[in-house]
């Protein structure tokens, strides 16, 4: 019987064959005395056993970085366009990539090449790692001999992706260090300081200011009951977590997302950008306007503007212009994105259109994440003012009170 297998070297590369052997058992042995390391092993001829679909389940549910799928396109672009056979190409990939999860995601997809699939329906098997933007753009290009261009636009639009989203994280983790620090400060003085000197205000038998008891009471609080509040918060952060990503609750706080002062600017302008660039790439390679809206729909992580792609699908179907479906939501939707599609509408232009729109918002969020410090820290300021006086005042109060004590 001929057993198909993927195992790993000593040097940790990745390599698969078929081996003739009686059983499964002496395949597995034959692979260990040729010192490999066996990842998966099935009968070529039947179904893959529990282990490799346990293993394919594995990889197809996992997600790969954004700079993995950026590597993986601009690589295989630059090898087509040069040359290199595809199977050749995606074992070169193999080869170089550090990853030992990509190592066996390429090494299937590259099987499955090498058997007569495709290419986009290989990824397709791999749905949590390779998008529906990706995998349609890999399909129109395999259709209209243009895989390679098509590849460098998916490499394109991923770079662009993890450079604003590296921008928007990068602007959120000044206020994010400021208000924990901060916070640590408080709880830090309000435990171990504040009773300590409560105490030595006791012996004087001195009424306390208000300040100090309130910071005395929220004290008392924490040492008595600080590990329920901690199991709480965790349970809270946990709990949050899990309604964001249900299905039925995500909505509402994508919603809200939208409503937050200075975040919602970011997040429309982020999915505009996401929304109009993946339409205009779609589009410039050959996929129909139905399909492209279909495939925009993965590229937009918000709920609201997925609902407005749906909903514009719905429409463009019946026949209605794309300006008029987008049109629906202008509270979300810009007037200006509804003007610049009825403008490609009209002269045959819808990618140059969503290109153009595209670009500006991307700079619009490239914009707004450099000066979100700038509008942040003034109010971060104010907020450590006012916690670091309330705090001064609590611990510094009583102290005065106590030197005007002894000098009478």
Not at 196 to 204: A, C, G, P
Not at 263 to 291: C, E, F, P
Not at 295 to 313: C, G, P, Q, R, Y
Not at 317 to 328: D, E, I, Y
Request: overall charge positive; hydrophobic content about 45%.
């Amino acid at each position: 019987m001929e057993f198909q297998y993927i195992a790993t070297t000593k040097e940790g590369k990745l390599k698969n064959g078929v081996v003739d052997t009686s059983s499964k058992e002496k395949a597995h042995e034959y692979l260990q005395q040729k010192g490999l390391k066996v990842v998966s092993i099935h009968n070529k001829g039947k179904h893959k056993n529990k282990r490799a679909n346990f293993l394919d389940a594995n990889i197809g549910k996992g997600k790969a970085t954004l700079m993995d799928k950026v590597i993986i396109a601009r690589h295989l672009a630059v090898m087509l366009r040069a040359g290199l056979p595809l199977v050749e190409a995606l074992k070169a990939i193999e080869e170089q990539s550090t990853s030992n999860k990509i190592k066996i995601i390429i090494s299937k997809v590259r099987a499955d090449v090498s058997g007569g699939n495709n290419l986009a329906s290989s990824l397709t098997k791999f749905p949590k790692v390779f998008s529906g933007i990706f995998i349609g753009m890999v399909k129109v290009g395999e259709a209209s001999g243009t895989l390679e261009r098509n590849l460098e636009y998916v490499a394109g639009e991923l770079e662009k992706d993890y450079e604003l989203t590296r921008k928007v994280k990068s602007a959120l983790l000044y206020p994010i260090i400021v208000i924990t620090a901060t916070f640590i400060l408080g709880i830090g003085l309000t435990i171990f300081i504040l009773p300590k000197i409560v105490d030595m205000f006791d012996t004087f038998k001195l009424e306390l200011p208000i300040t100090t008891k309130i910071f005395l009471g929220v004290a008392t609080f924490l040492v008595d009951y600080g590990i329920y509040v901690l199991i709480f918060v965790i349970l809270s952060v946990i709990v949050v977590r899990v309604l964001m990503k249900l299905e039925k609750t995500k909505k509402y706080f994508h919603r809200l997302y939208l409503k937050i002062p200075v975040a919602k600017a970011i997040v429309r302008n982020l999915n505009l950008a996401r929304m109009t660039r993946s339409l205009s790439i779609l589009l410039k390679s050959g996929v129909t306007i139905n399909d492209s809206l279909e495939i925009a729909v993965v590229a937009v992580e918000n709920t609201e503007f997925k609902d407005i792609l749906n909903n514009s699908l719905k429409g463009v179907k019946r026949g209605q212009p794309l300006a008029v479906t987008m049109g629906s939501r202008p509270e979300i939707i810009p007037s200006m994105v509804n003007k610049m599609i009825a403008i490609g509408e009209k002269t045959g232009k819808l990618e140059e259109s969503l290109f153009y729109l595209a670009d500006f918002y991307e700079e619009e969020v490239n914009n707004a994440t450099k000066n979100l410090a700038t509008v942040i820290e003034p109010i971060l300021l104010i907020f450590i003012g006012l916690v670091l006086g309330f705090l001064s005042v609590a611990i510094i109060s009583p102290i005065y009170q106590f030197t005007g004590s002894l000098q009478r």
